[in-house]
């Protein structure tokens, strides 16, 4: 096997103490020795390798995890997005548009958006993203959707209780029935996780019990959609069931804040969701404060975040909810690895995988300093499916 060196690091954050400075393990003038899909070594500038590619002084960070996305789709929701910032408000109802256009497209279309999207988060510093199903909402559609996203991805979530389709109207338990039955068997060998939207105007807490439940009873991973559109039960359903992350979270009660931080269940902030939807921004430093482990996701999706920057998502975590840049660094990183129950991945350590983002800029801080700036340099390894020629940007 041959053996590479990415050499002349002029910022390394490895996300190890016991390798570098800080929380973060930050290295300065680092090497990192990578065989195949493995790294080898961590140390100073230097080492000795078959190929050596110059990172010219550059930031090398850990590939970012988004561990919440929704890229497998149909349709445009532009014109809903231009409504809303004209002032109409949001209220998830635009779901069944992105539902009737994937319903209506076949395999080959949704596989080759897929793809698509899939570079395109490659590009901007992702390595590892889960994906969920939530836009078909029948049995066939959502199966189809959990075999592209499980052909992609480790991180394969069944999220057929994202809404109610427009059949199942006035018959929400019905549609819960489905969903908990004929549905999730038609999924199950695809998915590690299942997921719903604990929300008003999609599912009540005992409806997503009842998901969750059945869920974990087929082996599957839990996740939850909660507080987005304000307070609710969501947050301590999945801390009481036991969720490894709670997604949204914008709206947070001091119990719920206790719940989480009294919990392994991570609270991951969707922000680009909240710039998109006009909604308030969670208050992370309070979250932070209180002990909660925290995650930032893109929650790439037509309706609410139609972005899978990363790098967008930590500038406005800083910005406007009160992280530092080394928070969010972290929450992107092994935060969102947190959220997935991973360990492996967001950090970058001799045997670990060799999942690195290189950005065009010498240190982490430039990703909050130059926001809107297409910063990464270089993606290395991923462990979803690449386009061919897909290792770099």
Same mark, same amino acid.
Not at 122 to 130: I, M, P, Y
Not at 142 to 154: H, K, R, V
Not at 171 to 179: I, S, T
Not at 318 to 342: H, S
């Given at each position: 096997m041959t053996t590479l060196v990415i050499d002349n690091i002029g910022e390394l954050v490895t996300n190890d103490p016991? #390798?570098? /400075?800080?929380?973060?393990?930050?290295? +300065?003038?680092?090497?990192?020795?990578? =065989?195949?899909?493995?790294?080898? +070594?961590?140390?100073? +500038?230097?080492?000795?390798? =078959?190929?050596? #590619?110059?990172?010219?002084?550059?930031?090398?960070?850990?590939?970012?995890?988004? *561990?919440?996305?929704?890229?497998?789709?149909?349709? /445009?929701?532009?014109?809903?997005f231009s409504r809303r910032m004209a002032g109409e408000p949001y209220d998830g109802g635009g779901i069944r548009v992105t539902t009737d256009a994937t319903r209506t497209t076949g395999r080959a279309g949704l596989e080759a958006a897929l793809d698509g999207r899939l570079a395109e988060v490659?590009? %901007?510093?992702?390595?590892?993203?889960?994906i969920k199903t939530g836009y078909g909402l029948s049995v066939d559609s959502?199966?189809?959707?959990? *075999?592209?996203?499980?052909?992609?991805?480790?991180e394969a979530t069944f999220l057929g209780a994202h809404l109610v389709p427009g059949e199942y109207q006035g018959? %929400? /338990?019905?549609?819960?029935?489905?969903?908990c039955g004929p549905m999730l068997d038609a999924v199950r060998g695809h998915v590690r996780w299942i997921d719903v939207f604990c929300e008003t105007g999609a599912f009540d807490a005992d409806q997503s019990r009842a998901v969750l439940t059945a869920g974990r009873d087929a082996g599957l991973g839990l996740r939850l959609h909660a507080n987005q559109l304000g307070h609710g039960p969501?947050?301590?359903?999945?801390?009481?069931?036991?969720?490894?992350s709670v997604d949204h979270c914008t709206y947070l009660s001091d119990d719920d804040i206790e719940a989480l931080a009294s919990s392994d269940t991570v609270a991951t902030f969707l922000p680009a969701t909240d710039f998109s939807t006009r909604q308030p921004y969670p208050d992370a430093r309070r979250a932070i404060d209180a002990g909660v482990r925290v995650a930032i996701a893109s929650n790439c999706n037509p309706g609410s975040s139609y972005t899978s920057s990363l790098s967008f998502c930590?500038? #406005?975590?800083?910005? =406007? @909810?009160? @992280?530092?840049? /080394?928070?969010?660094?972290?929450?992107?990183?092994?935060?969102?690895?947190? %959220?997935?129950?991973? *360990?492996?991945?967001?950090?970058?350590?001799? *045997?670990?995988?060799?999942?690195?983002?290189?950005l065009d800029a010498p240190s982490r801080?430039?990703?909050a300093y130059r926001p809107g700036v297409p910063l990464i340099w270089r993606t290395l390894g991923a462990d979803y499916r690449l386009q061919p020629a897909g290792d770099q940007t």
């Open positions: 016991s #390798l570098g /400075d800080g929380p973060l393990g930050v290295v +300065a003038g680092a090497s990192v020795v990578v =065989d195949g899909e493995t790294v080898v +070594a961590v140390g100073p +500038a230097g080492a000795a390798a =078959d190929e050596r #590619l110059d990172a010219g002084g550059r930031c090398m960070l850990p590939g970012f995890v988004d *561990s919440h996305t929704h890229l497998v789709f149909a349709g /445009d929701r532009a014109e809903e490659h590009r %901007a510093g992702s390595t590892t993203v889960e959502e199966a189809e959707l959990a *075999s592209l996203a499980a052909e992609a991805t480790p018959r %929400a /338990d019905d549609y819960v029935e489905l969903v969501g947050v301590q359903l999945g801390v009481e069931m036991g969720c490894a930590m500038a #406005l975590a800083v910005r =406007d @909810m009160g @992280m530092t840049i /080394d928070e969010a660094v972290a929450a992107v990183t092994t935060g969102g690895a947190a %959220a997935l129950r991973r *360990s492996d991945v967001g950090r970058i350590v001799p *045997s670990g995988p060799a999942h690195m983002t290189i801080h430039h990703l």
